[in-house]
Nanobody, 125 residues
Framework: QVQLVESGGGLVQAGGSLRLSCAVS????????LGWYRQAPGNQRELVAT???????NYADSVKGRFTISRDNAKNTGYLQMNSLKPEDTAVYYC???????????????????WGQGTQVTVSS
């Protein structure tokens, strides 16, 4: 069974930064792609960043240039560094692992059916 534990969220002023972490157990992260999703109230969950097994990264246009996804396979942990945060980044952030083409330039991930509790990010104006 896959377990995903997100952490690092909080309340921050616009322009600030946060670093989210995703601890993965039940899977070997080095053979999976990793993705970060977010869901704002009343909205569908959206994929915002992925990193493939080859290290290729892709981002949603809304976060490109501000967010950086990374992974530490030795720690089975993924990260999302979020800079220049905006109020519209306010959401619950989730991570997942799954399948993506290793050298894809498209933002795409086929996730597992498991989801963690997420971590709340609130950006005040």
């Amino acid at each position: 069974q896959v377990q995903l534990v997100e952490s690092g969220g909080g309340l921050v002023q616009a322009g600030g930064s946060l670093r989210l972490s995703c601890a993965v157990s039940g899977r070997t992260l080095r053979i999976d792609a990793l993705g970060w999703y977010r869901q704002a109230p009343g909205n569908q969950r959206e994929l915002v960043a992925t990193i493939t097994t080859s290290g290729s990264t892709n981002y949603a246009d809304s976060v490109k240039g501000r967010f950086t996804i990374s992974r530490d396979n030795a720690k089975n942990t993924g990260y999302l560094q979020m800079n220049s945060l905006k109020p519209e980044d306010t959401a619950v952030y989730y991570c997942n692992v799954g399948v993506a083409h290793p050298y894809s330039s498209r933002l795409s991930l086929i996730p597992t059916g498991y989801w963690g509790q997420g971590t709340q990010v609130t950006v005040s104006s």
